[in-house]
């Protein structure tokens, strides 16, 4: 289950591969990358396979800490840049982001380094928990995600309301219960740490938590990638709608235009064209509106056939949607 997350994580840092030069996108990608290379380190073997590179001790499971704080740290930064207008606040809100990185950096580091984990073992709060320097280690990162997601929450929440762009309203709120759903995740580790450490089996009644955990972490993931994804489809959706709409219109008015062009092909431009063709043409927009120029044409050279209220509706209908009524 955890696989899905890191493949979804390192998909969507391929694809913003171009935001490393751009001020603007840098913080989201970087945010994207670090957190990606966190939820690989988390994978069991690669967990292990990795540490005795790093030198054994379980020094990856800092470096998978760090990597995750620098991820939300990034990832916060971001959502600051996207949601505040006001450069002042920015600059506070961005400085206060980096005092925190640094403060919650040392003390896991310092954390780390003072406790006794000879072992590897990936399950560091049930092995090592009873160490103050793996509980510093380990409660200050869970304390400094936790502030970020809930200030992230609180942004999100306190600026959606303003967005005007639905896409855009609609990627917040699906970043804001991807953030839950990871606070849902530090929970369940959290609570299944405690649960492993008290039962000796794993027949204890709260064993489903930690299957939990990697439903919420992936949903977590899920649900923040399409809603970083979704503002930036939202002109392309408007467009491939618009596209489909004047593929149908195009349909429905065809049997309009070949009853009032027929016998007029001097201002038809393609007087033999079939309905199918309409529909895959390669400019659908254009063509409608040639369609509707041609059916007022004919209506305006022979005044004794107008159109009957129908069509006359239809027609009527078709300029107002391009002209975007």
Same mark, same amino acid.
């Given at each position: 289950?955890?696989?899905?997350?890191?493949?979804?994580?390192?998909?969507?840092?391929? /694809?913003?591969?171009?935001?490393?030069?751009?001020?603007?996108?840098?913080?989201?990608?970087?945010?994207?990358?670090?957190?990606?290379?966190?939820?690989?380190?988390?994978?069991?073997?690669?967990?292990?396979? /990795?540490?005795?590179?790093? *030198? %054994?001790?379980?020094?990856?499971?800092?470096?998978?800490?760090?990597?995750?704080?620098t991820?939300?740290?990034?990832?916060?930064?971001a959502?600051?840049?996207?949601?505040?207008?006001?450069?002042?606040?920015?600059?506070?809100?961005?400085?206060?982001g980096?005092?925190?990185?640094?403060?919650?950096?040392i003390?896991?580091? /310092?954390?780390?380094?003072? +406790?006794?984990?000879?072992?590897?073992?990936?399950?560091?709060?049930?092995?090592?928990?009873?160490?103050?320097?793996?509980?510093?280690?380990?409660?200050?990162?869970?304390?400094?995600?936790?502030?970020?997601?809930?200030d992230?929450?609180?942004?999100?929440?306190?600026?959606?309301?303003?967005?005007?762009?639905?896409?855009?309203?609609?990627?917040?709120?699906?970043?804001?219960?991807?953030?839950?759903?990871?606070?849902?995740?530090?929970?369940?580790?959290?609570?299944?740490?405690?649960?492993?450490?008290?039962?000796?089996?794993g027949?204890?009644?709260?064993?489903?938590?930690?299957?939990?955990?990697?439903?919420?972490?992936?949903?977590?993931? /899920?649900?923040?990638g399409?809603?970083?994804?979704?503002?930036?489809? %939202?002109?392309?959706?408007?467009?491939?709608?618009?596209?489909?709409q004047?593929?149908?219109l195009?349909?429905?008015?065809?049997?309009?235009?070949?009853?009032?062009t027929? *016998?007029?092909?001097?201002?038809?431009?393609?007087?033999?064209?079939?309905?199918?063709?309409?529909?895959?043409?390669?400019?659908?927009?254009?063509?409608?509106?040639?369609?509707?120029?041609?059916?007022?044409?004919?209506?305006?050279?022979?005044?004794?056939?107008?159109?009957?209220?129908?069509?006359?509706?239809?027609? +009527?209908?078709?300029?107002?949607?391009?002209? *975007?009524?």
């Amino acid at each position: 289950m955890l696989l899905v997350p890191a493949l979804t994580l390192w998909a969507m840092a391929i /694809v913003r591969l171009t935001a490393i030069v751009d001020p603007r996108r840098s913080h989201l990608f970087r945010a994207t990358v670090f957190a990606a290379a966190a939820c690989t380190l988390h994978l069991a073997p690669v967990y292990y396979a /990795v540490d005795p590179v790093l *030198g %054994g001790h379980n020094t990856v499971g800092l470096v998978l800490l760090l990597f995750l704080l620098t991820g939300f740290w990034q990832f916060r930064a971001a959502i600051m840049l996207a949601a505040l207008t006001d450069n002042v606040r920015r600059r506070h809100q961005l400085a206060i982001g980096n005092s925190a990185m640094t403060v919650a950096g040392i003390a896991v580091t /310092v954390g780390f380094l003072t +406790s006794r984990v000879d072992r590897t073992d990936q399950n560091l709060p049930v092995t090592y928990g009873d160490q103050f320097g793996m509980q510093v280690f380990l409660w200050t990162g869970s304390l400094f995600i936790l502030w970020a997601c809930l200030d992230i929450t609180f942004i999100l929440h306190r600026h959606t309301a303003s967005l005007h762009a639905v896409t855009f309203r609609l990627g917040f709120w699906l970043i804001g219960l991807g953030i839950a759903a990871f606070c849902l995740t530090l929970v369940d580790r959290l609570l299944s740490g405690m649960v492993m450490a008290a039962h000796d089996s794993g027949n204890d009644p709260l064993s489903f938590l930690n299957s939990l955990n990697g439903v919420a972490e992936t949903s977590a993931v /899920v649900l923040v990638g399409i809603g970083i994804v979704l503002p930036r489809l %939202g002109r392309p959706v408007k467009h491939l709608l618009r596209d489909l709409q004047a593929r149908l219109l195009l349909i429905e008015i065809h049997t309009t235009w070949r009853q009032v062009t027929t *016998g007029t092909s001097d201002v038809v431009l393609n007087p033999n064209e079939i309905s199918l063709l309409d529909f895959l043409a390669v400019k659908p927009v254009r063509r409608l509106h040639r369609r509707v120029i041609e059916v007022r044409d004919c209506e305006f050279k022979r005044p004794e056939r107008p159109l009957r209220p129908k069509s006359l509706a239809l027609v +009527s209908h078709i300029e107002d949607t391009l002209i *975007g009524r």
